[in-house]
């Protein structure tokens, strides 16, 4: 029955192409606005973490001893004094420590002029919490950033440019004066977004697309960047002037960010409570006034707490499915006209028999086609769209592309589209008495 | 036109007619806020800077240390200077849509307790205030005794010119001219006014802090240096950004040029509205589709009824209806329907406006938007109608005397 009734939508179809193809513009048009934004919002609002970032945690004290701000959040990162602290007890599975610098880059030996460039500095657990993936060598270990080893991972990019994508472990590489040997090269990795290092989204006013960046071309053990690069660092915030510009060891500014790995929900309430005698310990040491004023969000709550997804990429999800709305009104009407118009052929098929749900399943069949060929139309048109949003300045354009999931979802949406719109006239139709149509005949 | 038969048809086909006027009610809420995103991007795009955009450019230069500073700064001037057509060259910290550098929250008092909000400083040498060509509309310039050398941020008693916008905000209605702010240690005397001073990126703290900066004469040297204001005729410009870069590799072979951010300022400023410009090609994509879409809709139901109404027409033409007549009923009926749809839509506008203001800090909706998109949507509707109802006007009143 299915196939005849297949046979049967494509007559009618091919019947009024005018009409068939202001419905199947209208549904394509519609699926591909609609998912060319969420195709760019599941980019966005993923997991940068699969399986992993619910043993990922973010711990926060409140720093700033004075009364400069509201104290109704901490602030996004810690001085270097409470880091260190936290970091130093390696009381969860895995901490890492991070800050980021600009300094100048040379390959001794390559033709290169110098570059500028992103250093990370982090500690040994940085790789295996993150599961950072290597195409050469590997990272650090905690004895180097004990001794302040002067060695480096590089990104794919920046091997590809200094070394034309060689192995280039063990080559030299000059930190703005420093020289370190390179012991790992990562492969291509483009967490989206560069979770481990966002922070004051509250305070962007909605433009987060800077968080979509890539990850930093350098990365060094944290001491020895720190050594390396000393004089450029900048805070995050401040609640005093800093003695010493860029250099902050010592200075009343949050500059550094701490990240934790909790295996299990035992280990996790128990490091909140260490994050929460540590806050009290300090203010009892005079060091802090908001003792009380700790979290420690779950990777996933902290992306979400900096409100990651830019508030343009939102609001463009939102006319987009205002849109595909305006979309299916249309088709429903549409489709209304068009099975109405053929009200004398559907009375004759129910006098000769046919059941209401006959009748019914019939339109609904002709309604699925005519989404089907719009989601064809509407993959087209989302291929379209994902390469104007890659020729956007955004820092994210780089990975619009369509996935599977998408492409599935696509059509699916567009199926379901107009399966929804066809249900009304379909069930008008199916309610036509057929003796009132054979009367006009 | 009598507009009760029109009224006892649609009760018949009532569906159709809701779909329709719905169709409309959401490409009015939409259309309106649309439109209304629309103004907002391009009130932004039109933020004054306070500076001669077309005759100035920024190089800027980075990987030396501050205590190079000054031999740096001594290269690039001369080097800078040694290109034709370049007028001045100074040292700058940053301009209006060059990236944020000093930026701090500053206090009306010396203890600091009555905050004055966070501000953008500008940083110059000597010649900057005359390059940037801002316009004064109180007090004096900086005279050369008043650029200091820095220590560390700024020096202990600096003179500042502000904005005319910060001088609103910090003493409302009072003379601004000699008048102090504070920003930690560092004391700041106002000896002028300019009428307008864009912050480094304007809008990223809301568009009324937009015009919250001052600038600090200082003397270039180890704290300030790597950042060079260029002044040529606005013709010279485009060429001088071109040819910096090897000029530079010449002079000062070991920095590194900041491709990123040297550029002339009309191009800083075109580049930094680059995100509000996509945003409102994709809002203008979204009208346009929207626009079309709902008329086909129309075109697509109007032909249906005036097919499934041949013979009534036929018998309203026989009966004496002139064509213009039954292009008018159309007409009407199409009127009667967006109307209806345009109703429905004002609320649906409202609440939509509602939801952005909420969640997305976009103001509210002007009420003038509400009749303009009525307009336009009646216009939308009467013309795509109007093949469909001339297609009916057409119909020969002999039609009557057949059967189907």
């Given at each position: 029955?299915?196939g005849y009734?297949?046979d ?16 199947v513009?209208a ?15 599941h ?9 992993k970032?619910?043993?990922?945690f973010y711990p926060?004290?409140?720093?700033d001893p ?11 990162v810690?001085?270097?004094?409470s880091?260190?602290?936290?970091w ?12 980021d610098?600009?300094?100048?880059v ?5 033709d ?7 250093m990370?500095?982090t500690?040994?657990d940085?790789f295996p ?5 290597f ?15 002067r060695?480096a ?5 920046l ?13 030299t590489?000059?930190?703005?004066d ?5 012991i790992?090269v ?7 977004p560069?979770f481990?290092a966002v922070?004051?989204g509250r ?9 979509y960046?890539k ?14 690069n000393?004089?450029?660092f ?5 609640w ?11 200075a ?14 035992g ?19 005079g ?5 009380d ?5 779950g ?7 900096n ?11 939102w006319?987009a499915f205002?849109?595909?709305?305006i ?13 109405l118009?053929?009200s ?6 129910r ?13 609904l069949?002709e ?6 060929l ?9 291929m379209?769209?994902l ?5 956007q300045?955004?820092?994210y354009?780089?990975m ?14 567009a ?15 199916s ?7 054979l009367?006009?005949? | ?7 006892a048809?649609?009760?018949h086909?009532r569906?159709a007619?809701?779909l329709i006027?719905l ?9 309106c806020?649309?439109?209304f995103l ?6 932004n795009?039109?933020?004054v800077s ?6 100035l450019?920024?190089v800027?230069?980075t ?10 700064n ?11 057509g ?5 040292v700058i ?11 701090a929250g500053i206090?009306?008092?010396r ?15 000597p ?7 801002m316009?004064l ?19 202990d ?6 904005s ?11 003379d ?5 702010f504070?920003?930690?240690?560092f004391?700041?005397?106002v000896?002028g006014v300019?009428d307008?001073l864009?912050i480094?990126?304007p809008?990223?703290?809301g568009t009324?802090?937009?015009e ?21 005729d606005p013709?010279?410009i485009?060429?001088?950004v071109?040819d910096?870069p090897?000029?530079?590799a ?13 550029n002339?300022?009309?191009?800083l400023?075109h ?6 410009r ?6 203008l994509?979204v009208?346009?589709?929207l626009?079309?879409?709902?008329a086909?809709g ?16 036929g018998?309203?033409r026989a009966?004496g209806?002139?064509r ?15 109307t ?5 839509g004002?609320v ?5 406006n ?10 509210r909706?002007?009420?003038y938007?509400l009749?303009v998109?009525a307009?336009?949507l ?5 013309l ?8 009916a006007?057409?119909?020969p ?8």
């Open positions: 029955m299915f009734y297949i049967l939508a494509m007559r009618s179809l091919k019947h009024n192409k005018m009409l068939t193809a202001l419905m513009l549904i394509a048009v519609g699926i591909g606005a609609s998912m060319t934004t969420l195709t760019v919002m980019l966005l609002s993923g997991d940068p973490m699969p399986g970032s619910a043993t990922l926060q004290v409140d720093t004075t009364n400069e701000s509201n104290h109704a959040q901490p602030p996004d810690m001085d270097y004094r880091a260190m602290d936290l130093s007890s390696r009381r969860a599975d895995r901490q890492a420590l991070i800050v610098s600009q300094l100048k040379r390959a001794p030996g390559v290169l002029p110098p570059l500028m460039e992103t990370l500095s500690t040994a940085f919490m993150f599961d950072v993936p195409q050469y060598g590997g990272g650090w270990s905690a004895e180097d950033d004990a001794r302040h080893a060695v991972v590089i990104s794919a990019d091997n590809d440019k200094l070394f034309a994508g060689q192995n280039s472990v063990g080559r590489l000059r930190l703005r420093s020289d370190v040997r390179i790992g990562l492969k291509p990795w483009r967490p989206s560069l481990y922070a004051g305070f962007s006013g909605g433009d987060t697309s800077s968080f960046g990850p930093e071309d350098v990365m060094a053990p944290f001491f020895s960047g720190l050594e390396i000393d004089g450029h900048y805070q995050f915030n401040c005093g002037i800093p003695t010493t510009p860029g250099h902050l060891e010592a009343p500014c949050n500059w550094v960010q701490l990240w934790v790995q909790l295996g299990d929900a280990k996790v309430a128990s490091y909140r409570r260490f994050v929460d005698d540590y806050a009290a310990q300090q203010k009892a040491l060091r802090f006034t908001h003792a004023n700790t979290r420690m969000r990777l996933m709550q902290w992306l979400d707490f409100g990651v997804v830019p508030s343009d990429v939102r609001l463009q999800t006319l205002a849109f595909l709305a979309c299916l009104f249309n088709t429903v009407g549409l489709l209304l006209a068009k099975f118009r053929r004398g052929e559907i009375g004759v098929r006098a000769l028999g046919a059941t209401r749900g006959a009748v019914f399943a019939q339109c069949v309604a699925g086609l005519i989404g089907v719009g989601g064809v139309g509407g993959w087209l048109l989302t379209i769209g390469w104007v949003v890659r020729r300045p955004a820092a354009a780089d619009a592309h369509l996935d599977l999931t998408m492409l599935l979802t696509t059509f699916l949406l199926l379901v589209v107009s399966l929804i719109a066809g249900a009304l006239p379909a069930l008008r139709a309610r036509i008495p057929p003796a009132l149509q009367k006009t005949l | 036109m009598q507009i009760r038969p029109i009224l048809a649609l009760r086909h569906l007619t809701l006027a169709e409309i009610a959401l490409a009015c809420a939409v259309l806020n649309a439109c629309i103004a907002n991007r391009i009130g795009m039109r933020i306070g500076v001669d955009e077309n005759s450019a920024l800027v230069v990987g030396f240390e501050d205590t190079q500073g000054p031999d740096v001594a290269r690039i001037i001369a080097g800078l200077h040694g290109i034709a370049v007028q001045s060259v100074s910290n940053t301009v209006p849509f060059g990236q944020q550098v000093d930026s206090n009306k008092d203890a600091g307790q009555i905050q004055g909000g966070q501000i953008d400083f500008y940083q110059g040498g010649g900057t205030v005359q390059a940037l060509g316009k509309v109180e007090g004096v310039w900086p005279q050369a005794a008043d650029y200091l050398p820095l220590h560390d941020y700024f020096a008693d600096s003179s500042t010119v502000i005319k916008a910060l001088a609103a905000h910090l003493w409302p209605g009072a601004p001219l000699g008048k102090e504070w920003c930690d240690r004391h700041f005397r000896i300019v307008h864009a480094a990126q809008g990223s703290r009324n802090t937009a919250w900066s001052a600038f600090v004469p200082t003397m270039p040297g180890r704290f300030l240096n790597g950042t060079y204001l260029v002044r040529a013709s010279d485009p060429r001088i071109r910096a090897a000029v530079i010449k002079v000062a072979p070991d920095v590194v040029f900041d491709h990123a951010n040297s002339t300022v009309s191009d400023r580049n930094y509205f680059e995100r509000d996509a945003m409102v090609g994709m809002l994509g009208i346009l589709a626009m079309l879409v709902t086909l129309i075109v697509g139901l109007a032909s249906f009824w005036v097919q499934q109404r041949r013979r009534q027409i018998i309203r009966v209806a002139t213009g007549d039954i292009l008018r009923y159309f007409l009407t009926e199409n009127f009667l329907i967006v209806g749809g345009i109703l429905l004002i649906f506008a409202l609440a939509l509602l939801v952005l203001v909420t969640q997305y800090e976009v103001p909706l002007p009420l938007y009749p998109a307009v336009v009646w216009t939308l509707g009467q795509a109608v109007l093949a469909p109802a001339l297609r006007a057409a119909v009143p002999v039609v009557a005397t057949r059967t189907v």
